[in-house]
């Protein structure tokens, strides 16, 4: 079962991983992981399938991703271990759950990886329009791979910095934009009004099956958020310092989402925004802001690398989580001087790479088809996490249950109603045919996951290092 902190290592040994993460670098990380290629890219895609409705979209998938991380908190809380969500699929299901969740999460950041890079070559291209998509998305992998092979601690700064840039940036396009809509600024004092909102179509101009088909790009851009459970098993005090954050964290993206969707969609008409690269940069440029345009795409950029380190730094660490438990080859054990798993992050950058090269043969739908194939992935982790929580529940008294600290919200309707809502975005996916490949990429690597769990003999035993002590 995939364990990433365990009591029995020695973490003062110059070979074992360094616990240097403060809280506000996974709060950071977290926030920032969440705030890339879904809000600055993704959202063109989804603005054009839905319309200004896609506002209803970002809406509905939050609350779900509230659910989702309310569950995975209430059994953070009263259980705070190494491995979170995978430890708790191994606990209250099995063994197989938990190796699932833990590979699967795996592969789900690999893709994050190739996602962002590929944002990273779509937004460079409004610099350098000669240069080939795939340079920029390979050399950034290349790059954000180098970066992981330094300590954890500068490792936590580069992050929260660069995360911060684009939070700050967010909320400074925020404000701008509020400006321009209610007082005219940069445009001669005119305020434009919010009637783009339903002046080319109406507030559905696709209908309805527009709008549901674009709620599959909407929550890929919440996927990931459960990535704040993994410090569960590093946080001091966490019956407080848990719900704090996960409380503070959706609250944060609904309004970084809300606003800043709907300064694009007020200024800018719907049917316009999915011809262009990031819908920020298309703000700006319709203003003619041309130098903040080009700021705006710094920012982007920057935000898409930040994710993509932080999803090269949680696939190593999960890498080297299952091979301690011998669910990953051994290799993935050795750390460097600097507590790095350099095997784990070498090898999840290597796979990775693979998929950045979608970007040399299919430029034009190399985004679409990676993030289809993420959010397929982390749907999945995602109904790991509610029906996980659903058994712990049953696992418990009504005394201790009544006596939970930080419970689920609305449990549990709240649990059962989100399970079909993500169950019916998966149909979504299966159906339309630009993703049915997250399908065709999420399921082979499921049944391939199971195989090897029973080839190889996996299911005869309970590899937790807490039992070798």
Same mark, same amino acid.
């Given at each position: 079962?995939?364990? !990433?902190?365990?009591?029995?290592?020695?973490?003062?040994?110059?070979?074992?991983?360094?616990?240097?993460?403060?809280?506000?670098?996974?709060?950071?990380?977290?926030?920032?992981?969440?705030?890339?290629?879904?809000?600055?890219?993704?959202?063109?895609?989804?603005?054009?399938?839905?319309?200004?409705?896609?506002?209803?979209?970002?809406?509905?998938? %939050?609350?779900?991703?509230?659910?989702?991380?309310?569950?995975?908190? $209430?059994?953070?809380?009263?259980?705070?271990?190494?491995?979170?969500?995978?430890?708790?699929?191994?606990?209250?299901?099995?063994?197989?759950?938990?190796?699932?969740?833990?590979?699967?999460? #795996?592969?789900?950041?690999?893709?994050?990886?190739?996602? @962002?890079?590929?944002?990273?070559?779509?937004?460079?291209?409004? #610099?350098?329009?000669?240069?080939?998509?795939?340079?920029?998305?390979?050399?950034?992998?290349?790059?954000?791979?180098?970066?992981?092979?330094?300590?954890?601690?500068?490792?936590?700064?580069? @992050?929260? #910095?660069?995360?911060?840039?684009?939070? +700050?940036?967010?909320?400074?396009?925020?404000?701008?934009?509020?400006?321009?809509?209610?007082?005219?600024?940069?445009? !001669?004092?005119?305020?434009?009004?919010?009637?783009?909102?339903?002046?080319?179509?109406?507030?559905?101009?696709?209908?309805?099956?527009?709008?549901?088909?674009?709620? !599959?790009?909407?929550?890929?851009?919440?996927?990931?958020?459960?990535?704040?459970?993994?410090?569960?098993?590093?946080?001091?005090?966490?019956?407080?310092?848990?719900?704090?954050?996960?409380?503070?964290?959706?609250?944060?993206?609904?309004? &970084?989402?809300?606003?800043?969707?709907?300064?694009?969609?007020?200024?800018?008409?719907?049917? $316009?925004?999915? !011809?262009?690269?990031?819908?920020?940069?298309?703000? &700006? $440029?319709?203003?003619?802001?041309? @130098?903040?345009?080009?700021? +705006?795409?710094?920012?982007?950029?920057?935000?898409?690398?930040?994710?993509?380190?932080? %999803?090269?730094?949680?696939?190593?660490?999960?890498?080297?989580?299952?091979?301690?438990?011998?669910?990953?080859?051994?290799?993935?054990?050795?750390?460097?001087?600097?507590? +790095?798993?350099?095997?784990?992050?070498?090898?999840?950058?290597?796979?990775?790479? &693979?998929?950045?090269?979608?970007?040399?043969?299919?430029?034009?739908?190399? &985004?679409?088809?990676?993030?289809?194939?993420?959010?397929?992935?982390?749907?999945?982790?995602?109904?790991?996490?509610?029906?996980?929580?659903?058994m712990f529940r049953k696992k418990l008294s009504k005394e201790v249950t009544t006596s939970l600290q930080y419970k689920s919200f609305l449990w549990p309707y709240g649990s059962w109603a989100a399970l079909l809502l993500i169950a019916f975005v998966l149909v979504l996916l299966a159906i339309q045919e630009q993703t049915r490949v997250g399908v065709y990429v999420g399921i082979p690597i499921l049944l391939t996951l199971i195989s090897v769990f029973y080839l190889f003999g996996l299911h005869r035993q309970d590899n937790r290092q807490g039992e070798k002590k």
């Amino acid at each position: 079962m995939l364990n !990433q902190v365990d009591t029995s290592v020695e973490y003062s040994d110059q070979h074992s991983l360094k616990r240097h993460l403060k809280a506000r670098h996974i709060r950071l990380m977290a926030l920032g992981s969440t705030i890339g290629v879904g809000l600055f890219l993704g959202s063109g895609t989804a603005i054009s399938q839905a319309g200004p409705a896609i506002l209803l979209g970002y809406l509905l998938s %939050g609350i779900i991703a509230f659910i989702v991380l309310r569950a995975l908190g $209430e059994m953070a809380v009263y259980n705070p271990v190494a491995g979170s969500f995978a430890q708790y699929a191994h606990d209250y299901v099995g063994p197989l759950a938990g190796y699932l969740v833990g590979w699967g999460y #795996w592969f789900y950041w690999v893709i994050v990886g190739v996602a @962002e890079v590929t944002a990273v070559g779509i937004y460079m291209g409004l #610099w350098f329009p000669d240069v080939p998509q795939w340079i920029w998305a390979v050399g950034s992998l290349i790059l954000m791979g180098g970066l992981n092979f330094i300590a954890v601690r500068l490792f936590g700064e580069f @992050e929260f #910095w660069f995360a911060l840039i684009k939070v +700050v940036a967010i909320i400074a396009m925020i404000g701008i934009g509020l400006g321009v809509i209610f007082f005219g600024l940069g445009n !001669q004092g005119v305020p434009l009004g919010i009637s783009n909102l339903w002046s080319h179509g109406g507030f559905f101009p696709t209908g309805l099956s527009g709008f549901l088909l674009s709620l !599959q790009m909407a929550i890929f851009a919440y996927v990931g958020i459960e990535m704040i459970g993994l410090s569960a098993g590093e946080t001091e005090n966490p019956e407080k310092t848990i719900p704090i954050a996960i409380d503070s964290l959706i609250v944060r993206i609904l309004v &970084f989402y809300g606003g800043a969707l709907f300064v694009i969609l007020s200024i800018y008409p719907w049917n $316009e925004v999915g !011809q262009v690269g990031s819908p920020f940069v298309a703000m &700006f $440029e319709k203003l003619g802001l041309r @130098e903040a345009a080009g700021i +705006v795409n710094f920012v982007v950029v920057t935000a898409a690398l930040s994710s993509c380190n932080a %999803g090269i730094f949680s696939g190593g660490r999960l890498l080297y989580g299952l091979s301690l438990n011998a669910y990953a080859p051994a290799a993935m054990k050795k750390i460097s001087r600097s507590g +790095v798993p350099f095997v784990a992050i070498l090898t999840t950058v290597s796979i990775a790479s &693979f998929g950045a090269f979608l970007n040399y043969f299919v430029p034009d739908e190399a &985004f679409l088809l990676v993030t289809s194939a993420v959010t397929f992935i982390g749907l999945m982790v995602w109904v790991a996490i509610l029906s996980t929580q659903l058994m712990f529940r049953k696992k418990l008294s009504k005394e201790v249950t009544t006596s939970l600290q930080y419970k689920s919200f609305l449990w549990p309707y709240g649990s059962w109603a989100a399970l079909l809502l993500i169950a019916f975005v998966l149909v979504l996916l299966a159906i339309q045919e630009q993703t049915r490949v997250g399908v065709y990429v999420g399921i082979p690597i499921l049944l391939t996951l199971i195989s090897v769990f029973y080839l190889f003999g996996l299911h005869r035993q309970d590899n937790r290092q807490g039992e070798k002590k």
